[in-house]
């Protein structure tokens, strides 16, 4: 992920507050020679790129915009990334900015030739990461929102960690934007350790999702897990499970609650049943409960929910199953898998915005898909008469 490190916003400060110094290195407040400023830069990256081997068909080079006022320098900036992105376009390559989600959203996009890709920085601690690259406020999900993808999130800052016995402080990024690649494509290996997982007292217990956050049981890291119990010939209840603690989940009311989803900010998704039988969803956020149900619809379950509070789940209209994604308080439109025969179940989202899920086909067998801005690829176990997919992560 080329990124060039050159002069800041003339407003821009080191750090926060009333006496916090310039960068020693700006570039004009005059828009005009701050357009020249950027095109400057812009021959200074791609040369450098180009005795690195990094020639203008390899993709891409972002300029690192520290944080700036846009009330006080943002024509100045918007004229420079003008500059940068118009310069590196002419010498073949693309053009990125990194930076904060308000200057991309007040001055970037309105640039004459505005960044092809943003790297936005928005840092949560680790223990409670947004590993998303939408809803990232200001910046509004209709801007650099193109698939295959033009954003990248910086979600978490200066974390501890070793490689080769060398400890190092690491920035956690989401990508879904270009960046080079000319290395060989590496095989990940994993090594796997199981623990059970049973609510104290319980005849069943189920784990149904898990996430990134950090917690330690004792015996290593592990997510927080979200799933169902249930007590002989009593009705299915939910559970939170946290470092060997459970918290109960159940729908005020409910006659039964099983959680099926979660993401890294500790919202929970699921299903609950009132006493006529009929389902609703529903996502529980720090103690209060809110019912998700499609309109019109008989029954609705929410299976998932990805970093930017976009949830997923199915619905039963007349006896049709449709699935859906419900974001910013609305529904979308149906999700119907091609070739599905009255039932198609959206049961996963990531972090980038693809669905996973399943449906039955006309030839009543039951596949799994992936669903990337309508775009469906069918996904089918070797054989298999029933493929149920249920989650995709953010590496897809």
């Known amino acids: 992920m080329p990124l060039w490190v050159g002069p800041q916003a003339p407003c821009a400060c080191r750090k926060p507050g009333a006496t916090c110094p310039h960068f020693p290195h700006t570039f004009s407040s005059t828009p005009s020679v701050a357009q020249t400023d950027g095109a400057a830069e812009a021959n200074a990256a791609a040369g450098v790129a180009s005795n690195l081997g990094l020639f203008g068909s390899s ?3 972002y300029y690192d915009m520290e944080p700036y006022s846009s009330a006080s320098c943002g024509a100045a900036a918007a004229a420079f990334v003008t500059g940068w992105d118009t310069q590196l376009l002419a010498l073949g390559y693309s053009s990125g900015v990194y930076g904060s989600p308000d200057n991309a ?12 890709d943003v790297w936005i920085a928005k840092t949560r601690a680790l223990s409670s990461p947004s590993i998303t690259i939408w809803g990232l406020s200001p910046l509004t999900d209709d801007r650099w929102a193109t698939v295959p993808g033009s954003r990248i999130h910086h979600y978490s800052a200066n974390n501890s960690v070793s490689w080769g016995g060398i400890a190092l402080a690491i920035d956690h990024d989401i990508e879904y934007a270009m960046v080079v690649s000319n290395g060989p494509t590496v095989t990940k290996t994993y090594s796997f350790t199981f623990t059970t997982i049973d609510y104290p007292g319980a005849q069943g217990t189920g784990a149904h999702a898990i996430n990134n956050v950090n917690s330690i049981n004792g015996s290593g890291f592990m997510g927080q897990v979200v799933g169902s119990y249930f007590f002989a010939n009593g009705p299915e209840r939910g559970y939170f499970y946290n470092a060997g603690s459970f918290t109960a989940i159940d729908y005020p009311g409910a006659t039964a609650t099983s959680p099926l989803g979660m993401n890294d900010l500790g919202s929970i998704v699921g299903v609950y049943f009132d006493s006529n039988t009929v389902q609703h969803g529903f996502v529980y956020n720090s103690g209060s409960y809110t019912t998700i149900d499609y309109p019109g619809a008989f029954d609705t379950r929410a299976y998932a929910v990805n970093d930017a509070g976009w949830v997923v789940g199915a619905y039963d209209a007349a006896g049709v199953w449709h ?13 119907d898998a091609p070739g599905a025969n009255g039932v198609t179940f959206a049961l996963g989202i990531n972090g980038i915005g693809p669905i996973g899920g399943s449906y039955v086909g006309t030839d009543g067998n039951v596949h799994g898909f992936l669903d990337i801005a309508g775009a469906f690829t069918p996904i089918d176990f070797p054989g298999a008469d029933v493929t149920y997919p249920f989650s995709v992560n953010n590496n897809g």
């Open 59 to 61: 993709g891409i080079i």
């Open 105 to 116: 959203q007040s001055d970037w996009w309105f640039t004459n030739n505005a960044p092809y």
């Open 323 to 335: 699935g859906f994604v419900y974001k910013n308080g609305q529904f979308g439109s149906p999700i």
